[in-house]
């Protein structure tokens, strides 16, 4: 009899073949391909949607292609990660559009008058509008406004794949800005310069985010973009959620951008964005410097949601 040794004996685990895992990485990469040209194919047709359910829709969309091949278990964690966060992304949108309906009173004078006060008596988005109408500058505005709706899910997917740990901490950073802004919002309703002209409470300003479009050749986009600004809540100018989002995003990926052109980029949108904001009168220097100050508060007051420099924990890319 051979006596027992004590030591037990495990079986490795089971992985797949490598013919298999190359399969299906070529057909998560062909199948991402087409989708990406089908968005793609509807946004140079309806322009580019602005609507948070259906990008995130197609954001989810392209994730559960990268779970083909890697078990049920994937889409799960897809499902566990993504449904509450876009479960409080949609209350939101919804609570941001109901905030203009609690009766408080509309401030329309006084960001125009720290717009001056900062300027010297200049309001910049009449200036600008007067000196400033190159169409190149147009098309280039628009793109970067319209960017806002795409950036950051965009981040969020990429992080997911990349890197949960991180995704996690941009997740509840991107849920903390919406927050505080809602808040504002709320305690604080205030018409934009377009808003403002419009019932002759400060010179006369356009609001030109969407000129850009026809420029490029696509005013069918331009026109579903203001369809759109029409629907939302007209008098959440403060802070300029725009300018705070360009401004998280760069101090998220600044820290793990490697090269000089990644850093560059990212913080020439994070100046751009203000810029256009004003000159197309969407928001006020006012409004979108306090922007920029609630994304710094938010990165800088909530440090459990601060990210770390390098990830413990990688989620393979696909």
Same mark, same amino acid.
């Given at each position: 009899?051979?006596? $027992?040794?004590?030591? #037990?004996?495990?079986?490795?685990?089971?992985? !797949?073949?490598?013919?298999?895992?190359?399969?299906?990485?070529?057909?998560?990469?062909?199948?991402?391909?087409?989708?990406?040209?089908?968005?793609?194919?509807? @946004?140079? $047709?309806? /322009?580019?949607?602005?609507?948070?359910?259906?990008?995130?829709?197609?954001?989810?969309?392209?994730? #559960?292609?990268?779970?083909?091949?890697? +078990?049920?278990?994937?889409?799960?964690?897809? &499902?566990?990660?993504?449904?509450?966060?876009?479960?409080?992304?949609? %209350?939101?949108?919804?609570?941001?559009? &109901?905030?203009?309906?609690? /009766?408080?009173?509309?401030?329309? /004078?006084?960001?125009? =008058?720290?717009?001056?006060?900062?300027?010297?008596?200049?309001?910049?988005?009449?200036?600008?509008?007067?000196?400033?109408?190159? +169409?190149?500058?147009?098309?280039?505005?628009?793109?970067?406004?319209?960017?806002?709706?795409?950036?950051? !899910?965009?981040?969020?997917?990429?992080?997911?794949?990349?890197?949960?740990?991180?995704?996690?901490?941009?997740?509840?950073?991107?849920? =903390?800005?919406?927050?505080?802004?809602?808040?504002?919002?709320?305690?604080?309703?205030?018409?934009?310069?377009?808003?403002?002209?419009?019932? /002759?409470?400060?010179?006369?300003?356009?609001?030109?985010?969407?000129?850009?479009?026809?420029?490029?050749?696509?005013?069918?986009?331009?026109?579903?973009?203001?369809?759109?600004?029409?629907?939302?809540?007209?008098?959440?100018?403060?802070?300029?959620?725009?300018?705070?989002?360009?401004?998280?995003? @760069?101090?998220?990926?600044? !820290?793990?951008?490697?090269?000089?052109?990644?850093?560059?980029?990212?913080?020439?949108?994070?100046?751009?964005?203000?810029?256009?904001?004003?000159?197309?009168?969407?928001?006020?220097?006012?409004?979108?410097?306090?922007?920029? %100050?609630?994304?710094?508060?938010?990165?800088?007051?909530?440090?459990?949601?601060?990210?770390?420099?390098?990830?413990?924990?990688?989620?393979?890319?696909?």
């Amino acid at each position: 009899m051979t006596p $027992a040794t004590g030591t #037990a004996t495990t079986t490795p685990p089971v992985t !797949p073949p490598a013919e298999d895992t190359e399969r299906y990485g070529v057909l998560r990469r062909l199948l991402t391909a087409g989708l990406l040209a089908v968005f793609v194919a509807i @946004c140079l $047709a309806d /322009g580019l949607p602005t609507d948070r359910l259906v990008l995130l829709g197609w954001v989810l969309a392209a994730l #559960a292609l990268q779970s083909l091949g890697r +078990g049920w278990r994937a889409l799960v964690r897809l &499902l566990a990660d993504w449904v509450p966060l876009v479960a409080l992304l949609l %209350l939101y949108d919804l609570s941001r559009g &109901l905030a203009d309906g609690l /009766g408080l009173p509309v401030h329309v /004078g006084e960001p125009a =008058a720290v717009d001056r006060w900062l300027t010297g008596g200049v309001l910049p988005t009449a200036w600008l509008q007067a000196h400033w109408g190159a +169409g190149w500058w147009a098309a280039l505005a628009s793109l970067v406004y319209s960017s806002h709706f795409v950036v950051t !899910p965009v981040v969020l997917a990429v992080l997911w794949l990349r890197d949960r740990t991180r995704w996690v901490g941009y997740a509840r950073l991107v849920v =903390a800005l919406s927050a505080a802004g809602l808040v504002t919002y709320v305690l604080y309703p205030a018409a934009p310069p377009w808003l403002a002209a419009k019932d /002759g409470v400060i010179e006369h300003v356009d609001r030109i985010s969407s000129s850009g479009w026809a420029v490029l050749g696509l005013p069918k986009a331009g026109a579903v973009l203001h369809s759109s600004q029409a629907q939302v809540n007209a008098v959440a100018a403060v802070p300029s959620l725009h300018t705070a989002f360009a401004v998280l995003t @760069c101090l998220v990926l600044l !820290p793990i951008a490697r090269r000089h052109w990644q850093r560059a980029g990212l913080v020439g949108y994070a100046v751009l964005m203000p810029l256009v904001l004003v000159w197309s009168g969407e928001h006020y220097v006012v409004d979108t410097l306090l922007g920029a %100050l609630y994304a710094g508060l938010v990165w800088a007051l909530v440090p459990r949601l601060r990210l770390p420099r390098r990830s413990r924990t990688p989620v393979p890319a696909s």
